[in-house]
């Protein structure tokens, strides 16, 4: 079973860093790609980030490029986002899940959520 548990979530000021963990289990992690997916309150599933296993590429929604960095370690089954320079429009509650954007916004893994708050 794909289990999935994000952590690293907090209240933080503009400009702001923090980093979002995320223990896979259930399936083999570094056969598989994984993405960063986040729901702003009142709106839908908004995808961050993919990182892809076999060539190592990142893709990045062009809000967060040049401020979020995704990566993994497979030793450990864990995917991280950094996120540096945090506005008040990165609050929201961030998902990680099994697979590329179209999975991760339609499929059915996706971890519990971490809330992450950017305000003075």
């Known amino acids: 079973e794909v289990h999935l548990v994000e952590s690293g979530g907090g209240l933080v000021k503009p400009g702001g860093s923090l980093r979002l963990s995320c223990a896979a289990s259930g399936f083999t992690f570094s056969s598989s790609p994984m993405s960063w997916v986040r729901q702003a309150p009142g709106k839908g599933l908004e995808w961050v980030s993919t990182?892809?296993?076999?060539?190592?590429?990142?893709t990045y929604a062009e809000p967060v490029k040049g401020r979020f960095t995704i990566s993994t370690d497979n030793a450990k089954s864990t995917l991280y986002l950094q996120m540096n320079t945090l506005k008040s429009e990165d609050t929201a509650v961030y998902y990680c899940?099994?697979?590329?954007?179209?999975?991760?916004?339609?499929?059915?893994?996706r971890g519990q959520g971490t809330q992450v708050t950017v305000s003075s």
């Open positions: 899940a099994k697979g590329g954007l179209a999975s991760a916004l339609h499929g059915p893994y």
């Open positions: 990182i892809y296993w076999y060539n190592n590429t990142t």
